[in-house]
């Protein structure tokens, strides 16, 4: 009735014009109400589902601060607006800022007009001076999840990278896989499964909130193994919403790969986390990678295990998850977590090994939310080269949070947001594989093709899963130093909700699963 009554009534009478007014302002305003957990902000209004780019415009759902980042804290989500604001009413050049109130950090943006900067994203909540403004249109609702199609032929191979160069490409169109990879085209680890005794790793005995590490492997006098486990632990009992400030980097050994593992000593005091352990034979020397705090780069050297650990000057000045490898020629690799998977070279020059060398130019893998092979996002680069010195990346690469549920369920802590994160539709690894590691050389799958998923067979038979599986790093070895032994991730249990940053819910341990191999490497 009311279009009808707009072909009806003049255009030019002042009420109507009046009324069309009321209605716009009345549009608008909705777009700024009913903001997620009902939070309220004082000379600001609320945009709930939208987010803002830091530069210029990004595709949705592209977020990231143009001002700042911060973690300001806040056990509520109120308090966390209420202390967002007064950082932004305290800088002069701040006008908005945006919260994803299970992410620890604030953006804040300096534009007056979020209608040019704003970028749907039903994660977050954007705050911003003054009266509403209009918006662009909303995210559209995601179709029905489907079953992700595989990008590798199922067809005969042509080359080795129709094997992942994970094995090689024989005379007949088969790949023959390496010893630790199964699969069509050896896209799959071959998983063993978890100790059961152990639970998987660290942080069920003793029980403590850890998330994701490093091992060592220590060959002894006796010819019996030592595995040195270095691994991000909370302190102060407290779980991985408290990561920012409250991880430290622990040392623990076993005997056995998987655990279970003894603490023996404290490497690095909060906050500091993502140990990458690697060792340098030619100057004879422990890299111990990692970040401080929300991202700030660190290596630490040791000429032994069991330090000293010693604040090392790196050619990098930032690298957000550093993960490391040598060539054969002794060529250090180092690849960062940023937008496109960086990754930088230090060559070795006379009588000074790579690691304390000037890096090139950094060399792009990965455009991150935009590789056609792999579904979802991708962080927590695993960088490692195979016995022929190709490249590889083990990432996690992702498309939801709290496995397995067909939606998110909303609360007083949770967003109000859902998507499906069931078997078949829903992902949390990817495979990155080069020959040469050089611009243009990568391919990238995930998806069907990941290389692991949500679940993990247990050593009584019985089955886990994770809500959440970040964090890949993998113990390399066998007869060419380059096959799984073990793969180790961060994870979660099983949740219906992205609990990892829920206060009281955010329990998570180091998962350590075994890699069965093929006893004939038909490589």
Request: with cysteine; aromatic share 12%.
């Amino acid at each position: 009735p009311f279009c009808n009554l707009l072909f009806i009534v003049n255009f030019n009478m002042p009420a109507l014009k009046s009324l069309l007014a009321l209605l716009m302002v009345m549009v608008i305003v909705s777009h700024a109400s009913n903001c997620t957990n009902n939070v309220r902000v004082d000379g600001y209004s609320c945009y709930p589902g939208y987010c803002a780019a830091d530069g210029p415009k990004k595709p949705p759902p592209t977020c990231g601060p143009e001002l700042a980042e911060e973690k300001l804290g806040g056990d509520t989500p109120q308090e966390r607006v209420d202390n967002a604001k007064t950082w932004c009413d305290t800088n002069s050049s701040c006008n908005g800022f945006a919260i994803d109130f299970d992410f620890p950090v604030t953006l804040f943006f300096s534009t007056k007009n979020i209608s040019a900067a704003a970028q749907p994203n039903e994660q977050w909540n954007a705050f911003w001076k003054g009266p509403p403004q209009p918006l662009p249109p909303g995210p559209t609702p995601s179709p029905s999840p489907s079953p992700w199609q595989p990008f590798l032929p199922k067809g005969p191979c042509a080359h080795d990278e129709d094997c992942s160069l994970n094995g090689v490409c024989n005379s007949s169109g088969v790949c023959n896989c390496f010893a630790s990879w199964k699969g069509h085209n050896c896209q799959y680890l071959a998983l063993g499964p978890v100790n059961s005794s152990s639970f998987g790793g660290y942080g069920v005995t003793p029980n403590i909130s850890s998330w994701g590490g490093s091992i060592y492997t220590e060959k002894l006098p006796s010819n019996n193994t030592l595995y040195h486990l270095y691994v991000t632990e909370e302190t102060d009992g407290k779980g991985l919403a408290s990561w920012i400030t409250n991880s430290q980097i622990i040392h623990a050994v076993s005997s056995t790969p998987d655990g279970p593992y003894t603490k023996r000593d404290v490497v690095s005091t909060p906050p500091t986390t993502n140990p990458q352990i690697l060792y340098d034979a030619s100057s004879k020397t422990f890299l111990l990678f990692h970040i401080r705090g929300a991202g700030s780069f660190q290596l630490f050297t040791s000429n032994s295990t069991n330090g000293p650990w010693i604040p090392t000057p790196f050619g990098l000045g930032g690298c957000n998850n550093p993960t490391a490898a040598f060539h054969p020629n002794g060529t250090l690799y180092v690849m960062c977590h940023d937008s496109q998977f960086s990754l930088y070279a230090f060559n070795p020059k006379q009588g000074m090994p790579a690691w304390k060398a000037k890096p090139n130019a950094p060399i792009p893998t990965l455009m991150v939310g935009h590789n056609r092979n792999v579904p979802g996002n991708c962080e927590d680069p695993f960088i490692y080269l195979d016995r022929f010195a190709r490249f590889h990346v083990l990432a996690h690469c992702y498309t939801c949070y709290w496995y397995p549920a067909p939606q998110r369920p909303s609360g007083e802590q949770d967003r109000q947001a859902s998507g499906s994160c069931l078997p078949g539709s829903s992902y949390c690894s990817g495979h990155g594989f080069s020959y040469t590691g050089e611009a243009g050389n990568w391919t990238w799958i995930g998806g069907g093709d990941a290389p692991y998923g949500f679940t993990a067979n247990n050593s009584d038979g019985s089955v886990r899963s994770f809500s959440t599986r970040e964090r890949p790093w993998g113990l390399l070895g066998g007869e060419h130093g380059d096959d799984f032994i073990a793969l180790i991730n961060g994870v979660s249990p099983p949740q219906p909700i992205y609990a990892k940053f829920i206060k009281g819910r955010d329990w998570t341990y180091t998962n350590i699963q075994r890699v069965e191999h093929d006893p004939v490497d038909r490589s």
